[in-house]
């Protein structure tokens, strides 16, 4: 699965929206982009996923670039709730490896 | 409201004693992950199943982990004998997988300190 790049934190103004960058400059034609974020104590939860076009769902928007070497998560309008560790994940399902690699992350910082 | 249940949600055990680390699937999902997370190493994907089978492993240290699958409820992970280094949050995760879509929802995640 392709690495990715992210920016270790990043601070937002609550209301104001987060934008939260993934470079995968080596992403591959049939690999998904994936957002999970993992809030302090608990485990994992999926964000939006997508793979070349622009997704939205009720909790983000989810902006890949046309030569599919980066993207970018979008919290509209960020709460004091969304601080956390947001991961993106790039990968490839095969049928038979279809598993999630985690790297470290970008601790976003929602503040008042 | 479907969720992935894991027990305990914390231990504490002594060095050399077994553990075991159990999770309900949500029902109907066909993939079951184990997870390993630490300050120094972040999330480790330990192994995971598919219909009940063992896919990859390979992140699992071979000599003191088993992870198996009993039944479609029950997934579990074992450590015998555990060591300090063994202390970390495993979370355990679910998954319909199909071409497209492997979102994966996770469990709160066992506590375990080996002392």
């Known amino acids: 699965d392709a690495k990715t790049t992210q920016p270790p934190s990043m601070d937002c103004a609550e209301g104001r929206a987060a934008n939260l960058p993934c470079n995968h400059s080596?992403?591959?034609?049939?690999?998904?982009v994936y957002w999970y974020r993992q809030i302090h104590s608990q485990g994992p939860q999926y964000i939006i996923h997508?793979?070349?076009n622009n997704e939205t769902n009720e909790m983000a928007s989810l902006i890949i670039t046309e030569d599919r070497k980066s993207s970018t998560l979008i919290l509209p309008h960020a709460t004091l709730r969304d601080t956390a560790v947001y991961y993106c994940?790039?990968?490839?399902?095969?049928?038979?490896?279809?598993?999630?690699?985690f790297g470290t992350g970008t601790r976003l910082q929602v503040t008042l | 409201d479907a969720r992935v249940t894991q027990t305990p949600r914390h231990k504490v055990t002594e060095m050399g004693q077994e553990v075991t680390m159990r999770c309900q699937p949500i029902?109907?999902?066909?993939?079951v992950f184990w997870y390993r997370q630490t300050m120094m190493q972040g999330l480790e994907l330990l192994a995971y199943?598919?219909?009940?089978?063992?896919?990859?492993d390979s992140g699992m240290p071979k000599d003191r982990f088993s992870a198996e699958m009993p039944d479609a409820t029950l997934a579990t992970l074992k450590i015998q004998p555990s060591e300090p280094r063994d202390s970390a949050v495993y979370f355990c995760?679910?998954?319909?997988?199909?071409?497209?879509?492997?979102?994966?929802?996770f469990g709160q995640g066992t506590r375990l300190t080996v002392v």
């Open positions: 995760a679910s998954g319909l997988v199909n071409p497209g879509n492997t979102e994966a929802f």
């Open positions: 080596t992403i591959s034609g049939n690999e998904y």
């Open positions: 997508g793979l070349k």
């Open positions: 994940i790039v990968r490839v399902y095969t049928g038979t490896a279809s598993k999630l690699t």
């Open positions: 029902l109907g999902h066909n993939t």
């Open positions: 199943f598919r219909n009940r089978a063992p896919l990859d």
